[in-house]
Nanobody, 126 residues
Framework: VQLVESGGGLVQAVGSLKLSCVVS????????FGWYRQAPGKQREVVAA???????NYADSAKGRFTISRDNVKTTVYLQMDSLKPEDTAVYYC?????????????????????WGQGTQVTVSS
């Protein structure tokens, strides 16, 4: 499985960025995906996840500001990030799990399983 993230960069606070994750080597339509982030000195944490059916879940820090989506034709997962804050600064990673039915609880509690992209840096200046 290969996941290639893009779209990160430097943005001012309250600005927006849209991250993309192109996926290959797996049956995209039968997989759940998550976006994680890791800030310097902190543990990796889930930001959002989307099921194979398109159901979405968000960390409290992302609710109302971030939107995860998927395009099964383009085999791409997106993370639209609006109203960005300096505390959103981190490396953002795309994640795919091996099962077809992955719960939000699993994304929350297991930040190691599955396949990962190389990450894309997001820096939000104040």
């Amino acid at each position: 499985v290969q996941l290639v993230e893009s779209g990160g960069g430097l943005v001012q606070a309250v600005g927006s960025l849209k991250l993309s994750c192109v996926v290959s080597g797996t049956t995209f339509g039968l997989r759940a995906f998550g976006w994680y982030r890791q800030a310097p000195g902190k543990q990796r944490e889930v930001v959002a996840a989307i099921s194979l059916g398109g159901n979405t879940n968000y960390a409290d820090s992302a609710k109302g500001r971030f939107t995860i989506s998927r395009d099964n034709v383009k085999t791409t997962v997106y993370l639209q990030m609006d109203s960005l804050k300096p505390e959103d600064t981190a490396v953002y990673y795309c994640n795919v799990r091996s099962g077809a039915s992955i719960s939000w609880h699993e994304f929350l509690t297991d930040a190691d399983s599955g396949s990962w992209g190389q990450g894309t840096q997001v820096t939000v200046s104040s």
